[in-house]
């Protein structure tokens, strides 16, 4: 019995877990939320309307928000701490791998002197859905027409159309993405029973066909990695580029990208195990031949 096989077991089972939870985050209400691939922060959409001299008094977001401010002057709490809830959309959208969770910052959208830690409250998640596609447009444009706020659409509050270009640009690759982990997950759980096994049947051949599928899993793995690694910065910045201007912005799922490529370092580290079992191996114990005759 060859009890190093241990060794990639314990590597192969940590990334099978890790893997699984990079595929699953935030696929549940409260279920890994900060392991977000991209995080939009839509919660002072529509300020730069109000700033703005320019805007025309046609424009319904004016007219919206004068109406607010004619109503709530007497209710002294309510400061516009979230133009977004008061518009009838969410502070914040997390796009994670299989759909995407939004809801409200709390206790406020925007940190001040007194309020520095800020945290995310989850309201509602999208059904999990294979090659899954956020599309803040149209998920916007659908809360602000259920919201029966008069006829504001995201025209009026200067969405840009850069954003919906650029975000369609990545499309494909969130696809490919999706398509390696899948194909990943399924290696690395194929070379973790293959070590399982090979606790009872030593021998080269073994090592050698554990190489070659953890070499599999590790390139699957990886180019997922770089992908959604590639895709969470572009989105970011793309967002930040185009948004910033009116009021919107994004952050890139720092915690989500660690655990990616922690996943793919065991992977790694998996392999070079197997080549170091293959090549002690073909130094040839004695033993090992002996069992492989009494195989046969
Ligand atoms: C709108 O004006 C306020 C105060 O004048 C400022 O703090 C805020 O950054 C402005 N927002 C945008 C999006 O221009
Ligand atoms: C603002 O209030 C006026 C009068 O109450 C109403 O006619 C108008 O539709 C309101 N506008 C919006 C955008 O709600
Ligand atoms: C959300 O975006 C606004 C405007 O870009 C920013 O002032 C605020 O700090 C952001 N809030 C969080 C929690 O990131
Ligand atoms: C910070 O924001 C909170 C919530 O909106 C408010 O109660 C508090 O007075 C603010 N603090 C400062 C120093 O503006
Ligand atoms: C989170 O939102 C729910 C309603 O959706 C509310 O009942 C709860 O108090 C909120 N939690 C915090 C910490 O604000
Ligand atoms: C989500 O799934 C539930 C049941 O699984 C279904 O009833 C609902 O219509 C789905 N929602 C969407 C938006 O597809
Ligand atoms: C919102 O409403 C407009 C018309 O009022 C409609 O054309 C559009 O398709 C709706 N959008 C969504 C996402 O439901």
């Known amino acids: 019995m060859r009890f190093s096989a241990i060794i990639p077991i314990v590597l192969g089972l940590g990334a099978l877990v890790l893997s ?51 109503n709530i002057e007497n209710e002294i709490n309510n400061d516009l701490n979230s ?29 001040n002197a007194t309020i520095k830690s800020i945290h995310q409250n989850v309201t509602f998640c999208s059904n999990r859905t294979a090659f899954f596609q956020f599309d803040p447009r149209y998920t916007l444009q659908r809360e602000l027409n259920a919201s029966g706020h008069g006829n504001i659409n995201l025209t009026a509050l200067h969405w840009p159309d850069s954003i919906d270009k650029g975000l369609q640009a990545l499309h494909e690759a969130q696809k490919a993405a999706f398509i390696l982990y899948c194909i990943g997950i399924g290696m690395i759980g194929i070379v973790t029973l293959l070590a399982i096994v090979s606790i009872f049947f030593e021998g080269r051949l073994s090592a050698s066909v554990n190489i070659l599928v953890t070499a599999l899993a590790f390139m699957a793995i990886a180019i997922a990695s770089a992908l959604t690694t590639v895709i969470a910065v572009k989105a970011a910045n793309l967002i930040n580029k185009y948004g910033n201007p009116v009021g919107i912005s994004a952050t890139k799922g720092s915690k989500f990208i660690i655990l990616t490529w922690v996943a793919t370092g065991l992977v790694f580290i998996n392999l070079l195990v197997w080549c170091f079992a293959c090549a002690i191996g073909r130094g040839g114990s004695h033993r090992t031949r002996k069992n492989e005759y009494v195989e046969h």
Request: proline share 4%; net charge negative.
């Open 83 to 111: 133009f977004a809830k008061d518009l009838g959309v969410h502070d914040f959208y997390s796009a994670h791998i299989l759909d995407f969770c939004e809801g409200y910052y709390t206790p406020t959208s925007v940190p």
């Open 20 to 70: 699984f939870l990079a595929l699953f985050a935030g696929s549940r209400k409260g279920f890994m939320e900060d392991y977000a691939v991209v995080t939009l922060n839509t919660s002072r959409i529509g300020q730069n309307v109000i700033n703005s001299t320019q805007s025309s008094s046609s424009n319904p977001v004016i007219s919206f928000f004068h109406n607010l401010t004619a």
